[in-house]
């Protein structure tokens, strides 16, 4: 059997069998707009969103498409199991999938949604969920921050504007997005806010050095500094992370105790638009970041040390979203014109 016969054929299994190739398989995602986020429970079921009211779901390694009843743009999703996923996008858009729909009968004249819409408390351009359980998840918008609390969207005390990538761990709640400026220009507050749920915030303040370091110090004084946007952020459960953003910068979370939050080198100067990860039974833990004209980096981590890595995925397409199963085993990655990639380990 061939490398490309045995690659469909594990793709149908669903599985990284013995004797499957590993690394990035490109998959069929059976559209041509682009895909903005994805989720993956393990390797057989995903789901992705994207422009359009586009939903799509993996199962039986095949992509199909489930009606959303929105042609709305659609940027994030995050579930729980095979039947409960929630999508946000434009326009307060959020919708439920609780599994399949039992259709009517008599069967109506057009088609009923595979999703139901949930209310929104706010209506925000939502453009990224994740949570901890069936019943609370926090949604970043260009706007402010809400939680769904398993049937609705609420308000939230919010952590400045346009709180673009989220993330929650256990009872610890990540919020990133651009520097909060003053009138006059002036960053009065950082772009990645860390909080417990239901209290209050705290804000830091990643920061990038325009010139080449001195020593591993920024010769410039921190007026001279970059503010970059921040895309995205994952952390374990063990409190070690990465946090990505504009440029192609990376940080190491947990921030430093004191000092200057400078990124880790990654070669890359494109922004880097989404990263996850998952966490390794000696403590360590492995993540990948993807973002424009192809980017992708895998980053390894443990005890404060980062050790950044271009990721071989083949692609000149801008990548939108990744997620990475529990196990590490399977991870798939989103982006223009409809791609999709799976990693196979």
Request: a negative charge; hydrophobic letters at 40%; proline letters at 7%.
């Amino acid at each position: 059997m061939n490398r490309g016969v045995r690659a469909l054929w594990c793709l149908a299994a669903g599985l990284a069998l013995a004797g499957c190739p590993s690394g990035w398989v490109t998959e069929d995602s059976g559209v041509d707009v682009d895909l903005r986020g994805v989720w993956t429970l393990d390797g057989e079921t995903a789901f992705a969103v994207g422009q359009g009211g586009t939903v799509l779901m993996r199962e039986g390694g095949k992509w199909r498409q489930l009606r959303s009843g929105t042609a709305n743009d659609l940027y994030g999703v995050w579930g729980t199991s095979a039947t409960h996923a929630v999508v946000v996008g434009d326009a307060g858009t959020a919708l439920q999938w609780d599994g399949p729909v039992e259709p009517p009968d008599p069967p109506p004249p057009e088609p009923l949604p595979d999703l139901r819409a949930l209310s929104s408390q706010t209506p925000a351009n939502f453009r990224d969920i994740h949570g901890s359980s069936a019943s609370w998840a926090l949604i970043g918008s260009e706007t402010s921050l809400q939680y769904y609390n398993g049937s609705e969207l609420r308000d939230i005390s919010n952590c400045g504007v346009q709180r673009i990538g989220v993330h929650v761990v256990q009872d610890t709640v990540f919020a990133a997005g651009p520097p909060e400026l003053d009138d006059e220009g002036t960053v009065v507050g950082g772009g990645l806010c860390m909080g417990v749920i239901n209290t209050s915030w705290t804000r830091y303040d990643p920061v990038a050095c325009p010139v080449e370091l001195e020593a591993g110090v920024c010769p410039l004084p921190d007026t001279q500094l970059d503010h970059p946007v921040l895309w995205g952020v994952w952390v374990g459960e063990g409190n070690q992370g990465v946090v990505v953003g504009s440029a192609g910068y990376v940080w190491g979370w947990p921030a430093p105790e004191a000092g200057t939050w400078l990124p880790q080198p990654s070669k890359l100067t494109t922004d880097l638009r989404a990263v996850d990860g998952h966490e390794q039974a000696d403590g360590s833990f492995e993540a990948y970041a993807v973002g424009d004209y192809g980017a992708a980096l895998r980053i390894k981590g443990r005890g404060g040390r980062l050790e950044v890595s271009g990721e071989p995925i083949d692609a000149n397409e801008n990548l939108y979203g990744v997620s990475v199963s529990p196990d590490g085993a399977h991870a798939f990655v989103v982006g223009a014109r409809g791609v999709i990639f799976h990693l196979f380990r």
